[in-house]
């Protein structure tokens, strides 16, 4: 059981460039998210999703867009890649009312 | 937006002896969580609280929810070298339609010397 899934786990880009991060999980759960995590600021929410077809903003969701057209992955996208976006990027899912789960998460670096 | 604070941000300990942390709100959370995350990895659930007063153990870490449901502490007893790594607090605003989504406390890095 993979659970949850984050491809690339590294990625380095350009200022200007685009990409998308992709999540996958085998677990069926209804929730999903996208986090980053930067040096002493814990985890920050960009984007969630409460079902397939359903998107919502998170606490910092400029920059980034998000597409769930299946239920068990949530694509998180760079349309225009910044030095500010270098981060490392959790995806997390759960059942509803249920603790998350977190991927392995991607670092990504930005020049 | 919901703040949390969380202290220390570190701790340097030898192996042995025992762990405090705890994270305060300034709002009202309906649920907290422990996560410990590892080196490259993602944060893992340690332990979750669901109502206020509730003391919840697993294995050596000890966690409660609260009373006034503004705070929740971490203990981990008799420290060893894997329990390196960072503890995150989060929690669950009780307030509004959350859908799930957690705040993060800015996370406690823990070392722990042989």
């Known amino acids: 059981n993979a659970g949850v899934t984050q491809t690339p786990k590294f990625r380095v880009l350009k200022t200007g460039q685009s990409m998308t991060l992709l999540c996958a999980q085998d677990?069926?759960?209804?929730?999903m998210y996208w986090y980053r995590q930067d040096p002493g600021m814990g985890l920050r929410l960009i984007h969630y999703?409460?079902?397939?077809?359903?998107?919502a903003k998170g606490e910092v969701p400029d920059g980034y867009n998000v597409s769930r057209l299946k239920k068990q992955n949530f694509l998180l996208g760079l349309e225009s890649a910044a030095p500010s976006q270098t981060s490392v990027y959790f995806c997390?899912?759960?059942?509803?009312?249920?603790?998350?789960?977190f991927g392995d998460g991607t670092r990504l670096s930005i020049l | 937006g919901q703040q949390l604070n969380q202290s220390p941000q570190s701790m340097f300990i030898q192996e042995g002896e025992d762990v405090s942390m705890n994270c305060t709100s300034s709002?009202?959370?309906?649920?907290w969580l422990w996560y410990k995350q590892d080196p490259g990895e993602g944060p893992v659930l340690l332990i979750a609280?669901?109502?206020?007063?509730e003391l919840t153990s697993n294995g050596r870490l000890t966690a409660q929810f609260g009373i006034t449901r503004k705070d929740s502490f971490l203990n981990i007893s008799a420290s060893i070298p894997s329990d390196v790594g960072i503890y995150f607090c989060?929690?669950?605003?009780?307030?509004?339609?959350?859908?799930?989504?957690?705040?993060f406390g800015q996370g406690t890095i823990l070392t722990v010397h042989p």
């Open positions: 997390a899912s759960s059942p509803r009312n249920q603790p998350q789960h």
């Open positions: 677990m069926n759960h209804e929730y």
């Open positions: 999703s409460v079902g397939e077809g359903t998107t």
């Open positions: 709002s009202i959370f309906n649920t």
């Open positions: 609280l669901y109502k206020a007063g």
């Open positions: 989060a929690g669950h605003f009780a307030g509004g339609t959350s859908y799930g989504k957690l705040t």
